[in-house]
Every structure is written in structure tokens, then in C-alpha cells.
Nanobody, 121 residues
Framework: QVQLVESGGGLALRGGSLRLSCTYS????????MGWYRQAPGQQRELVAS????????EYSDSVKGRFTIYRFLTNKTQLLDISDLRTEDTARYYC??????????????WGQGVQVSVSP
């Protein structure tokens, strides 16, 4: 079983920077893709960044491309999301996510509890 715990976030000024961290426990190699989702009040949860666990390929949503950078460090089971040039529309709760590898029982999704990011104008 994999568990995810986020840290970081908080209140920041528009144009500023933040770093979110996600630490995995359990077998990290049971995760195929790591990512960050966010959900603003009244909005659907959206994927903003992802990284393939083994290959290191990254993908970003158009709304964050060029401002968000995702990293993963397999040795210490950590995933980071660096956010720069913060905008008020980045205000949301951010969730660490792990998509499990395919098994005969299906694909398991793992979620952290989320951290709040609030950007003031």
C-alpha cells in the first residue's frame, strides 16, 4: 500500500513562488505516473502536472506550462512541484497523486490529503 503526504503551500503574493512536496511511503515502483491535481471551489479537479516514474517524461496543463515544474526523486521517494509567477487563478487545493502500475486487479489510484495554495493580488 502506498501513502502520500503533501507539504508546502500556504499564502503567497501574485508573482511569487511556492514549492509543494509529496512524500511517498511504500513501494514507489508500484507507481507508474506521479502528478499534481488541483481543485478550486466550485470547480472540477484538474491535472496540472505529471511525471512518468521511470522515464521522467513530464506533462503540464496549458494553464501552468512554463510556470510549474515537477520533479521526482526516487531515492527519497519525493515528488516536488515548483510554482513560479503565481496568479490568483492558481488558488486551489493541490493534491499529490500516484497512478499505480497495471495489475490483474486493475490500476490503483493513490491520493494525498491536499494542501491549500492561496494567491493574493
Amino acid at each position: 500500500q502506498v501513502q502520500l503526504v503533501e507539504s508546502g503551500g500556504g499564502l503567497a503574493l501574485r508573482g511569487g513562488s511556492l514549492r509543494l512536496s509529496c512524500t511517498y511511503s511504500g513501494n514507489i515502483f508500484s507507481i507508474r505516473v506521479m502528478g499534481w491535481y488541483r481543485q478550486a471551489p466550485g470547480q472540477q479537479r484538474e491535472l496540472v502536472a505529471s511525471i512518468h516514474n521511470r522515464r521522467g517524461d513530464t506533462e503540464y496543463s496549458d494553464s501552468v506550462k512554463g510556470r510549474f515544474t515537477i520533479y521526482r526523486f526516487l531515492t527519497n521517494k519525493t515528488q516536488l512541484l515548483d510554482i513560479s509567477d503565481l496568479r490568483t487563478e492558481d488558488t486551489a487545493r493541490y493534491y499529490c497523486h500516484g497512478e499505480g502500475i497495471a495489475t490483474p486487479d486493475g490500476i490503483q489510484d493513490y491520493w494525498g490529503q491536499g494542501v491549500q495554495v492561496s494567491v493574493s493580488p
